[in-house]
């Protein structure tokens, strides 16, 4: 096993060491997918540990013997986001456990964030108090994280977290940290960056407004190709969700709903078809998208197509 432990912390050693050994028993669970948070209180330090999910033996090789574990990058890039003057909770210590010489699992400690939220619902377009100042003041942040040569490749609205502040200013710090790369950022890598954040339309528009005042770029045309990635990436996002339920419910790919949807939506853009048969098609479109695929197009991107 290999634990290391920032030296600010080293009096949260013994619960550290034990981490391995009691994860699954203690500890309030506070996610739980394909990684599971926790939460402990331990010397009146709010804790939250992350244990990710044990890796293909591919990536156990390449972990051991070529690049750093995801709780290894977690901890390292929070001090590199700190010393680039950007918040994330304080990292606490990570942990690696092996077998047959091989990285077996990994937990990454930090300082639990009880005092702030993610920016999920302000991202969502709900009526959220001062919404329009929150969404400006996101969108500096950005600007400024970005002009920092900070990327976080998974910029999604439940890795970034807000507090309120005293003075009617708003503080934001990034979670879920192991993958984040410190280079120049491109207007193209901005854009995609950007583009998973609000399936709102309104919420986006002035967000990319707010960003090209920040970095001095054209709004019009910042506007313009953030809104057009955001509804690519919604769009794709609508068909793998789709396609994801529909084969949980055990359908046949050879039947596949989605398929034929973009079928249909394909076949009705030839200029040959006549206007009864792409009426047809129209008709079975819109039943096949509302059947299957209308509740996944949070954007509401295919429901205009």
Known sequence: MKVV??????????????????????????????????????????IAVKSFKVPLLVNRLAYTYFRKSKAARSYYYAFEIKRRGFLTPDPIAYIETYKGGLLKGSYFV??????SETVRSLMAGENVPDAENKLRSFASFTAALHDAGIYHVDYSPGNVLIKNLPDNTYQFSLIDI???????????????????????PSA?????????????????????????????????????????????????????P??????????????????????KLLLKKQQLYAQYI?????RKVLLHE
């Open 5 to 46: 432990i920032n030296p600010a912390y080293l009096f949260l050693s013994d619960f550290i060491n034990n981490l391995p050994d009691c994860f699954e028993s203690e500890g309030e669970i506070i996610y739980e997918g394909r990684n599971t948070i926790k939460q402990y209180t331990i010397k009146n330090i709010d």
């Open 204 to 256: 986006l528009s002035l967000i990319a407004k707010q960003y090209a005042l920040c970095r001095g770029w054209d709004i019009n045309e910042t506007d313009y190709n953030m809104s057009s990635r955001s509804d690519t990436y919604f769009k794709n996002y609508a068909y793998r969700l789709a396609n994801k339920s529909w084969r949980k419910m055990g359908g046949s790919i050879l039947n596949n």
């Open 178 to 200: 192991n993958r984040m790369q410190f280079k120049s950022v491109s207007k193209e890598e901005a854009y995609v960056n950007l583009a998973r954040l609000s399936f709102s």
């Open 110 to 115: 930090s300082v639990y964030d009880s005092a």
């Open 294 to 298: 209308a509740e996944y197009d949070f």
């Open 258 to 279: 989605i398929w034929k949807y973009k079928t249909y939506l394909w076949v009705s853009k030839f200029s040959f078809i006549s206007f009864s048969c792409k009426e």
